[in-house]
């Protein structure tokens, strides 16, 4: 057994020696080889971290597998955003969610600082956050009185924009910032890599852009809502897509001229 053993070493180490030498022969083929070899495991670990980050781990908020996000579709089936309209009625009318919001995704010129920014934002419904379960690491969210059309503007902000713009100043709250050309009071500030589908730095009422005789009461306008729900216990994201349908089937028969082929597609937010 032990003379079997070191022939077995011995064959292995001609083995790598000769490997060996035929590389340096074929430096090209060696190359090819180590670069396919790297390419193959980088990739292998991309695809894992992506498994790890959106599958095996669970999103970042409490009950996480009863959040759902719920657009229209047209009558071709394609995505789209929510009437406010229809919104207002999907949450009247549907029994599966515990709480439906809303979000738009806006843009903000944030001036008055050392550097202007170009800031990417939300504006939101009141219940979003408590759908998502997060509240801010310094002041608050908004208050029924501020989630009003004509309300003094108020806004929430990330903790990176706090650091950067800011200088992580807990005065902050409380103090005046200047977004697009008006004045928002800072209420409070969101914790470390808090983001909801895009990186935001800037959280505002949704109410804030409501004018009465906007766009916005116009049934068939869609003006860049997207909702957010959280399932009643007990339910299902198949039975709250269900439901959800039956819902857009019964406003196409009320509001025919605007909802005619609308649908709506309910998904899991993980």
């Known amino acids: 057994p032990g003379s079997s053993g070191s022939n077995l070493l011995s064959d292995f180490w001609q083995d790598i020696r ?28 991309a695809i894992f971290s992506f498994v790890n980050a959106v599958i ?5 908020f409490p009950d996480s597998d009863r959040l759902v996000v719920i657009s229209e579709t047209d009558n071709r089936g394609e995505e789209m955003s929510v009437s406010l309209l229809n919104f207002e ?24 600082v050392d550097t202007p920014q170009r800031l990417a934002g939300q504006a939101v419904t009141l219940n979003y956050f408590s759908i998502l379960g ?8 908004f208050s029924p009185e501020e989630d009003k059309y004509g309300a003094a503007p ?8 706090w650091r950067t713009a800011f200088g992580a100043d807990p ?3 409380g103090r005046s910032i200047h977004l697009n050309s008006d004045t928002f009071t800072v209420i409070g500030i969101m914790p470390p890599r808090f983001e909801f589908v895009t990186k935001a730095d800037i959280w505002v ?20 809502l997207w909702a957010l729900g959280k399932l009643r216990n007990g339910f299902s994201v198949s ?24 649908g709506a597609l309910t998904q899991s937010l993980q």
């Open 18 to 45: 000769y490997a060996a030498r035929m590389l340096r022969k074929n430096l090209g083929f060696a190359a090819v080889v180590v670069i396919t070899l790297a390419l193959g495991i980088g990739a292998n670990t």
């Open 56 to 60: 095996l781990n669970p999103l970042p």
């Open 89 to 112: 009625d999907w949450r009247a009318r549907s029994r599966s969610f515990e709480e439906l919001g809303g979000l738009q995704f806006v843009t903000f010129n944030l001036t008055g």
């Open 134 to 141: 997060v509240q801010p690491q310094l002041g608050r969210i």
């Open 154 to 161: 108020t806004a929430l902000i990330s903790d990176s924009l």
């Open 171 to 173: 005065n902050i709250v």
């Open 205 to 224: 009422p949704l109410s804030g852009f409501l004018n009465p005789n906007s766009p916005w009461f116009d049934r068939g306008n869609h003006m860049g």
């Open 239 to 262: 039975q709250a897509e269900t439901e959800m349908r039956q819902i857009a089937g019964q406003l196409a028969k009320e509001y025919p001229a605007t909802n005619s082929g609308n």
